[in-house]
T-cell receptor
């Protein structure tokens, strides 16, 4: 069964450093998403991406965040200058355009710890 | 962003019991509804979509009441492997919304021997 993959599984960084989280969506999917989940809290939407541009972003997704699809397979989330409160699990998701587009499949996540 | 509310639990039930979870959502324009399951420190996984007519998948039954903005999940004959957090999820479905999912905080279920 095809699946969304994410790397790295864990990342530890110092406050103020830049991090790039990587995702490989399911190959025939055209909508891509990033969500985050702070420990003990709910999963929160960050951004959606379609046709090489952002479709929607939440208030969490400020100027410190950016997304990119640098090639035909990867989808990345960059945090320019990490803060302590960016520590969370970051999930990438993808969905197929024409069949139940709102049914999203999630990757296993990257656990980010900012020290 | 409009909210999705769930009873956090935990629900502790013996194997074989029937357990029901409830969820309310505040955005009356919501179009799509789901239950996801999340195991500890893992990604959310789609359990089932929820339709207005109600739908069943094996031991799981989901109901939607649009007038009350209320969603439910019933698990019959619960198994130890059902222990997880159950997430109520709503999606506005509008083209310009990017199909963002709006999650509840989840209801924790522990099934005991």
């Amino acid at each position: 069964e095809p699946e969304v993959t994410q790397t790295p599984s864990h990342q530890v960084t110092q406050m103020g450093q830049e991090v790039i989280l990587r995702c490989v969506p399911i190959s025939n999917h055209l909508y891509f998403y990033w969500y985050r989940q702070i420990l003990g809290q709910k999963v929160e939407f960050l951004v959606s991406f379609y046709n090489n541009e952002i479709s929607e972003k939440s208030e969490i997704f400020d100027d410190q965040f950016s997304v990119e699809r640098p090639d035909g397979s990867n989808f990345t989330l960059k945090i320019r200058s990490t803060k302590l409160e960016d520590s969370a699990m970051y999930f990438c998701a993808s969905s197929e355009l024409f069949r139940a587009p709102e049914t999203q499949y999630f990757g296993p996540g990257t656990r980010l710890l900012v020290l | 962003r409009k909210e999705v509310e769930q009873d956090p639990g935990p629900f502790n039930v013996p194997e074989g019991a029937t357990v029901a979870f409830n969820c309310t959502y505040s955005n009356s324009a919501s179009q799509s509804f789901f239950w996801y399951r999340q195991d500890c420190r893992k990604e959310p996984k789609l359990l089932m979509s929820v339709y207005s007519s109600g739908n069943e998948d094996g031991r799981f039954t989901a109901q939607l009441n649009r007038a009350s903005q209320y969603i439910s999940l019933l698990i019959r004959d619960s198994k130890l492997s059902d222990s997880a957090t159950y997430l109520c999820v709503v999606n506005n479905g509008a083209e310009n919304s990017g199909y963002a999912l709006n999650f509840g905080k989840g209801t924790s279920l522990l099934v005991t021997p």
